[in-house]
């Protein structure tokens, strides 16, 4: 089974800056779409940003448009969350998942159930 393994995350004060990485565990994830998702509490879970396997694609929520950027580095396995100017409503689990696209370069999906495989979730605070 493949796995997705995220770093960073955590305690920050409004506006300030965090990163978010994700990473596949035992295999190279070219040829995947990636996403990134967020969960509040006693909220359901929602879409965040998504890139493309080729990386020429990217889409974010309007929520986070202008503040965040998804990015990856085929070269190093892995796909990036920046996430600049947070606010206290940016606080969340936040989740990266891996889509297979084999034909597609240029797909991105910003649905839950088109993504394939899940990261465990890391948690970003944002004080007031």
């Known amino acids: 089974q493949e796995q997705l393994v995220q770093s960073g995350g955590g305690l920050v004060q409004a506006g300030g800056s965090l990163r978010l990485s994700c990473a596949p565990s035992?295999?190279?994830?070219?040829?995947?779409?990636m996403g990134w998702f967020r969960q509040a509490p006693g909220k359901e879970r929602e879409f965040v940003s998504a890139?493309?396997?080729?990386?020429?694609?990217?889409f974010h929520a309007d929520s986070v448009k202008g503040r965040f950027t998804i990015s990856r580095d085929n070269a190093k396995n892995t796909v990036y969350l920046q996430m600049n100017s947070l606010k206290p409503e940016d606080t969340a689990a936040y989740y990266c998942?891996?889509?297979?696209?084999?034909?597609?370069?240029?797909?991105?999906?910003?649905?839950?159930?088109?993504?394939?495989?899940w990261g465990q979730g890391t948690q970003v605070t944002v004080s007031s």
């Open positions: 035992g295999r190279t994830f070219s040829r995947y779409a």
């Open positions: 998942a891996a889509k297979y696209n084999k034909y597609i370069s240029s797909g991105y999906y910003t649905r839950e159930s088109e993504y394939d495989y």
């Open positions: 890139i493309s396997w080729s990386g020429g694609s990217t």
